[in-house]
């Protein structure tokens, strides 16, 4: 029996986006195959609110981040952290021989503009990797804030990760002075696992032909040259999930819209905030709680393993915590096309369940 995935990725897929995946396939040196990637970036620069260029990666999300990180720093990268996902960032810089120092939050904190502003102000670091969404704590990070710190410093290349929130709520990349927006598919994007998206600055392109060292597969100064110059790739693409996300692109753009995509995400967030409240406790603050997932802290001890047991029987499935936060945390999506209705049906289940 399938089961309703209310976990942070891989998500439900809508039944006439799958058989996108099935559209015939051409050849991805032709003029459709320009057409289609030419298509997909005119409608993520409208998602992104961005002009910058549009590369995809036959990849997870930590591809493209990996790109980043590898490509664009000539001195000294500065990663911040407010869980695993921010730990990657580290360890990609590391296993790539990339300087690189690691400034983490206390589980369940943000990063501030404040701690940015400080390790910004040394003039060590020349690139700064911040995590949007951390799906391990369900911390949505004060971007707006920070941003407007990372502005002061016009060296920096500011790379961020979108990876749990893109198409989840609204990430105005040229208005945060982002260089390198990094995302994937099998989140709020509502497709399969197994392609990754990037916007690009000019500035980053520049900075990363100024790197000797930035590898073959995601050396993003070649990436940007073969899409700039006819939308196609170095290495063949993943077709089928251009396909689908050309078509999905389209739906949620034209036929939900932006704002209220947007606004169901935080609709349902809200109602799931206050549901942990009642039941359990945030382990976020408020104003730091993301709106594309919530962690809630298990403060009634339950087995989720138990529980997850019990609501496969019916037919769902949660996430337990993550890393650490395993057995003290338990985590439900809410993103992509799920609606408030099927949050409010699961909830309902896990009280009778647990006879909340």
């Not at 790539?96 to 102000?121: Q, R, Y």
């Not at 799931?272 to 009642?278: H, P």
Request: proline share 4%; aromatic share 8%; hydrophobic share 40%.
């Amino acid at each position: 029996m399938h089961k309703r995935l209310f976990i942070p990725g891989p998500v439900d897929v809508a039944e006439d986006v799958l058989q996108k995946l099935a559209t015939p396939q051409i050849g991805h040196r032709t003029k459709e195959a320009t057409e289609l990637q030419k298509s997909i970036s005119e409608k993520l620069q409208k998602m992104m609110y961005t002009n910058n260029t549009i590369v995809l990666s036959t990849s997870s999300g930590s591809g493209l981040m990996e790109a980043a990180i590898r490509s664009c720093t000539r001195k000294k990268a500065a990663v911040f952290s407010v869980g695993a996902f921010g730990d990657r960032w580290y360890k990609m810089a590391k296993g790539n021989n990339v300087p690189a120092d690691i400034f983490k939050s206390e589980l369940g904190h943000p990063t501030t503009p404040e701690m940015v502003e400080k390790v910004l102000a040394t003039g060590e670091y020349d690139l700064i990797t911040i995590t949007h969404n951390e799906t391990s704590t369900a911390i949505m990070n004060p971007l707006e804030e920070i941003a407007k710190v990372v502005k002061k410093y016009p060296e920096i290349i500011f790379c961020l990760d979108t990876v749990s929130s893109l198409g989840g709520t609204k990430i105005p990349v040229d208005e945060w002075g982002v260089d390198v927006c990094v995302a994937s598919t099998q989140k709020c994007l509502g497709l399969p696992a197994g392609l990754s998206i990037a916007s690009v600055s000019e500035k980053a392109y520049n900075a990363a032909t100024q790197v000797e060292f930035r590898g073959l597969y995601f050396d993003l100064v070649e990436l940007v040259d073969k899409v700039r110059k006819n939308y196609q790739y170095p290495s063949t693409p993943a077709l089928p999930h251009m396909f689908a996300l050309d078509y999905q692109l389209s739906k949620i753009l034209d036929e939900e819209g932006l704002e209220n995509r947007f606004a169901r995400h935080l609709e349902m967030a809200k109602y799931v905030r206050e549901w942990a409240r009642k039941n359990f406790s945030m382990f976020a603050e408020d104003q730091y709680a993301s709106n594309t997932l919530t962690t809630i802290l298990n403060t009634k001890e339950i087995s989720v393993s138990d529980l997850n047991k019990e609501l496969a029987k019916r037919g769902y499935m949660i996430s337990n915590g993550y890393g650490d936060l395993k057995e003290k945390t338990f985590r439900i999506a809410h993103m992509a096309e799920t609606t408030l209705d099927e949050v409010k049906t699961l909830l309902n289940i896990i009280e009778e369940i647990l006879d909340l």
